[in-house]
T-cell receptor, first 113, second 113 residues
Framework: EPEVTQTPSHQVTQMGQEVILRCVPI?????FYWYRQILGQKVEFLVS????????KSEIFDDQFSVERPDGSNFTLKIRSTKLEDSAMYFC???????????FGQGTRLTVV | QKEVEQNSGPLSVPEGAIASLNCTYS??????FFWYRQYSGKSPELIMS????GDKEDGRFTAQLNKASQYVSLLIRDSQPSDSATYLC?????????????FGKGTMLLVSP
Protein backbone atom coordinates (compact mmCIF):
# COMPACT_ATOMS: atom_id res chain seq x y z
CA GLU A 1 0.00 0.00 0.00
CA PRO A 2 1.43 3.40 -0.97
CA GLU A 3 2.54 5.54 1.94
CA VAL A 4 4.15 8.84 2.77
CA THR A 5 7.68 8.39 4.10
CA GLN A 6 9.63 10.88 6.18
CA THR A 7 13.26 11.13 7.17
CA PRO A 8 14.78 11.35 9.66
CA SER A 9 12.46 9.94 12.30
CA HIS A 10 14.21 11.97 14.99
CA GLN A 11 16.40 15.05 14.65
CA VAL A 12 18.20 16.82 17.48
CA THR A 13 19.64 20.21 16.69
CA GLN A 14 21.10 23.16 18.51
CA MET A 15 19.20 26.41 18.69
CA GLY A 16 20.04 28.64 15.74
CA GLN A 17 20.97 25.78 13.43
CA GLU A 18 19.25 25.00 10.15
CA VAL A 19 17.36 21.75 9.69
CA ILE A 20 15.83 20.11 6.65
CA LEU A 21 13.06 17.60 7.06
CA ARG A 22 12.43 15.30 4.13
CA CYS A 23 9.33 13.64 2.79
CA VAL A 24 8.43 11.40 -0.10
CA PRO A 25 4.71 11.82 -0.81
CA ILE A 26 2.53 9.14 -2.37
CA UNK A 27 3.60 8.97 -5.98
CA UNK A 28 0.40 9.98 -7.81
CA UNK A 29 -0.60 12.67 -5.32
CA UNK A 30 -0.52 16.31 -6.35
CA UNK A 31 -1.02 18.18 -3.08
CA PHE A 32 1.56 18.20 -0.33
CA TYR A 33 1.39 19.54 3.21
CA TRP A 34 3.38 20.05 6.35
CA TYR A 35 1.74 19.96 9.75
CA ARG A 36 3.24 20.04 13.20
CA GLN A 37 2.17 18.85 16.62
CA ILE A 38 3.74 20.21 19.76
CA LEU A 39 3.69 17.63 22.55
CA GLY A 40 0.24 17.45 24.11
CA GLN A 41 -1.29 19.88 21.65
CA LYS A 42 -3.35 19.58 18.51
CA VAL A 43 -2.11 19.05 14.99
CA GLU A 44 -1.52 22.42 13.31
CA PHE A 45 -1.35 23.25 9.62
CA LEU A 46 1.84 24.87 8.38
CA VAL A 47 1.77 24.96 4.58
CA SER A 48 0.26 23.42 1.48
CA UNK A 49 2.05 23.03 -1.85
CA UNK A 50 0.60 22.43 -5.29
CA UNK A 51 1.93 22.79 -8.81
CA UNK A 52 5.38 23.67 -7.50
CA UNK A 53 4.31 26.59 -5.39
CA UNK A 54 2.89 27.36 -1.98
CA UNK A 55 -0.89 27.45 -2.17
CA UNK A 56 -1.65 28.27 1.43
CA LYS A 57 0.28 28.90 4.64
CA SER A 58 -0.53 29.54 8.25
CA GLU A 59 0.68 32.27 10.59
CA ILE A 60 3.16 29.77 12.01
CA PHE A 61 4.90 29.50 8.64
CA ASP A 62 6.98 32.65 8.89
CA ASP A 63 10.17 33.67 7.09
CA GLN A 64 12.28 31.10 8.89
CA PHE A 65 10.37 28.30 7.15
CA SER A 66 10.57 27.30 3.51
CA VAL A 67 9.46 24.35 1.42
CA GLU A 68 10.83 22.89 -1.76
CA ARG A 69 10.22 20.08 -4.16
CA PRO A 70 13.78 19.64 -5.43
CA ASP A 71 12.98 16.71 -7.70
CA GLY A 72 10.05 14.58 -8.77
CA SER A 73 9.75 12.68 -5.54
CA ASN A 74 11.01 14.64 -2.53
CA PHE A 75 9.28 17.42 -0.61
CA THR A 76 11.31 19.24 2.02
CA LEU A 77 10.70 21.61 4.91
CA LYS A 78 13.60 23.84 5.92
CA ILE A 79 13.77 25.73 9.19
CA ARG A 80 16.51 28.31 8.84
CA SER A 81 17.34 29.21 12.43
CA THR A 82 15.70 26.87 14.89
CA LYS A 83 14.25 28.04 18.17
CA LEU A 84 13.41 26.03 21.26
CA GLU A 85 9.72 26.44 20.49
CA ASP A 86 10.17 24.69 17.14
CA SER A 87 10.50 21.41 19.03
CA ALA A 88 7.57 19.31 17.82
CA MET A 89 6.54 16.39 15.65
CA TYR A 90 6.47 17.45 12.02
CA PHE A 91 4.16 15.54 9.73
CA CYS A 92 4.20 15.52 5.98
CA UNK A 93 0.96 14.63 4.21
CA UNK A 94 -0.24 14.29 0.65
CA UNK A 95 -3.54 14.04 -1.13
CA UNK A 96 -4.66 13.25 -4.66
CA UNK A 97 -7.11 16.12 -4.85
CA UNK A 98 -7.75 19.46 -3.21
CA UNK A 99 -10.42 18.45 -0.74
CA UNK A 100 -9.83 14.73 -0.68
CA UNK A 101 -8.29 12.45 1.90
CA UNK A 102 -4.84 13.40 3.15
CA UNK A 103 -2.44 10.67 4.22
CA PHE A 104 0.22 11.37 6.78
CA GLY A 105 3.78 10.18 7.08
CA GLN A 106 5.12 8.74 10.31
CA GLY A 107 6.56 12.09 11.36
CA THR A 108 9.90 13.59 12.30
CA ARG A 109 10.41 14.42 15.94
CA LEU A 110 12.46 17.62 16.05
CA THR A 111 14.16 18.46 19.33
CA VAL A 112 15.87 21.84 19.59
CA VAL A 113 18.35 22.12 22.48
CA GLN B 1 -11.38 32.12 14.32
CA LYS B 2 -12.16 28.80 12.67
CA GLU B 3 -12.43 26.08 15.26
CA VAL B 4 -13.04 22.37 15.59
CA GLU B 5 -14.21 21.30 19.02
CA GLN B 6 -14.03 17.88 20.59
CA ASN B 7 -14.47 16.59 24.11
CA SER B 8 -11.00 15.62 25.26
CA GLY B 9 -12.24 12.62 27.24
CA PRO B 10 -11.18 10.09 28.14
CA LEU B 11 -14.18 8.19 26.91
CA SER B 12 -14.16 4.78 28.56
CA VAL B 13 -16.17 1.90 27.12
CA PRO B 14 -16.08 -1.85 27.74
CA GLU B 15 -14.98 -4.21 25.00
CA GLY B 16 -17.81 -4.95 22.60
CA ALA B 17 -19.68 -1.72 23.30
CA ILE B 18 -20.39 1.15 20.92
CA ALA B 19 -18.15 4.19 21.27
CA SER B 20 -19.60 7.51 20.15
CA LEU B 21 -17.26 10.40 19.40
CA ASN B 22 -18.49 13.88 18.59
CA CYS B 23 -17.16 16.99 16.92
CA THR B 24 -18.49 20.44 16.13
CA TYR B 25 -17.01 22.98 13.76
CA SER B 26 -17.40 26.70 13.37
CA UNK B 27 -17.23 27.30 9.60
CA UNK B 28 -20.63 26.75 7.99
CA UNK B 29 -18.99 26.58 4.56
CA UNK B 30 -16.90 23.52 5.43
CA UNK B 31 -17.19 20.75 2.87
CA UNK B 32 -14.91 17.86 3.80
CA PHE B 33 -14.74 16.05 7.11
CA PHE B 34 -12.34 13.40 8.31
CA TRP B 35 -11.70 11.19 11.29
CA TYR B 36 -8.16 10.20 12.12
CA ARG B 37 -6.89 7.83 14.78
CA GLN B 38 -3.64 8.67 16.55
CA TYR B 39 -1.81 6.31 18.84
CA SER B 40 0.52 7.91 21.35
CA GLY B 41 3.69 9.13 19.65
CA LYS B 42 2.47 8.14 16.21
CA SER B 43 1.07 9.98 13.21
CA PRO B 44 -2.62 10.49 12.38
CA GLU B 45 -4.09 7.54 10.52
CA LEU B 46 -7.12 8.17 8.33
CA ILE B 47 -10.21 6.20 9.33
CA MET B 48 -13.14 7.84 7.59
CA SER B 49 -14.02 10.68 5.28
CA UNK B 50 -17.48 12.13 4.81
CA UNK B 51 -18.59 14.86 2.45
CA UNK B 52 -22.40 14.93 2.49
CA UNK B 53 -25.12 14.87 5.12
CA GLY B 54 -26.10 11.51 6.52
CA ASP B 55 -24.30 8.35 7.50
CA LYS B 56 -21.34 6.60 5.95
CA GLU B 57 -20.39 3.12 7.09
CA ASP B 58 -17.08 1.30 6.73
CA GLY B 59 -16.78 -1.93 8.65
CA ARG B 60 -17.17 -1.22 12.37
CA PHE B 61 -17.04 2.54 11.79
CA THR B 62 -19.89 4.88 10.94
CA ALA B 63 -19.41 8.58 10.34
CA GLN B 64 -22.40 10.89 10.62
CA LEU B 65 -22.59 14.43 9.28
CA ASN B 66 -25.17 17.13 9.95
CA LYS B 67 -24.14 20.34 8.21
CA ALA B 68 -27.12 22.30 9.51
CA SER B 69 -26.01 21.61 13.07
CA GLN B 70 -22.30 21.81 12.13
CA TYR B 71 -21.80 18.46 13.76
CA VAL B 72 -19.94 15.32 12.79
CA SER B 73 -19.65 12.10 14.75
CA LEU B 74 -17.94 8.73 14.64
CA LEU B 75 -19.46 5.53 15.96
CA ILE B 76 -17.27 2.53 16.61
CA ARG B 77 -19.22 -0.71 16.98
CA ASP B 78 -17.91 -3.76 18.82
CA SER B 79 -15.09 -1.70 20.33
CA GLN B 80 -11.81 -3.53 20.83
CA PRO B 81 -8.91 -2.75 23.19
CA SER B 82 -6.85 -2.03 20.07
CA ASP B 83 -9.23 0.86 19.34
CA SER B 84 -7.83 2.65 22.39
CA ALA B 85 -6.31 5.80 20.92
CA THR B 86 -6.98 9.49 20.42
CA TYR B 87 -9.50 10.23 17.69
CA LEU B 88 -9.00 13.44 15.77
CA CYS B 89 -11.75 15.25 13.92
CA UNK B 90 -10.42 17.24 10.97
CA UNK B 91 -12.32 19.67 8.79
CA UNK B 92 -11.45 21.31 5.51
CA UNK B 93 -12.58 24.87 6.10
CA UNK B 94 -10.79 26.50 3.22
CA UNK B 95 -12.46 28.59 0.59
CA UNK B 96 -9.91 27.38 -1.89
CA UNK B 97 -9.72 23.96 -3.42
CA UNK B 98 -6.96 22.86 -1.14
CA UNK B 99 -7.25 20.26 1.55
CA UNK B 100 -5.95 22.33 4.43
CA UNK B 101 -7.21 20.64 7.55
CA UNK B 102 -8.18 22.19 10.85
CA PHE B 103 -7.91 19.60 13.62
CA GLY B 104 -9.68 19.31 16.91
CA LYS B 105 -7.68 18.48 20.01
CA GLY B 106 -8.92 14.91 19.87
CA THR B 107 -10.90 12.60 22.11
CA MET B 108 -9.05 9.87 23.94
CA LEU B 109 -10.89 6.54 23.80
CA LEU B 110 -10.13 3.78 26.30
CA VAL B 111 -11.60 0.35 25.63
CA SER B 112 -11.32 -1.99 28.59
CA PRO B 113 -11.18 -5.79 28.13
Amino acid sequence: EPEVTQTPSHQVTQMGQEVILRCVPISNHLYFYWYRQILGQKVEFLVSFYNNEISEKSEIFDDQFSVERPDGSNFTLKIRSTKLEDSAMYFCASSAGGRTEAFFGQGTRLTVV
Amino acid sequence: QKEVEQNSGPLSVPEGAIASLNCTYSDRGSQSFFWYRQYSGKSPELIMSIYSNGDKEDGRFTAQLNKASQYVSLLIRDSQPSDSATYLCAVNMGDSGYSTLTFGKGTMLLVSP
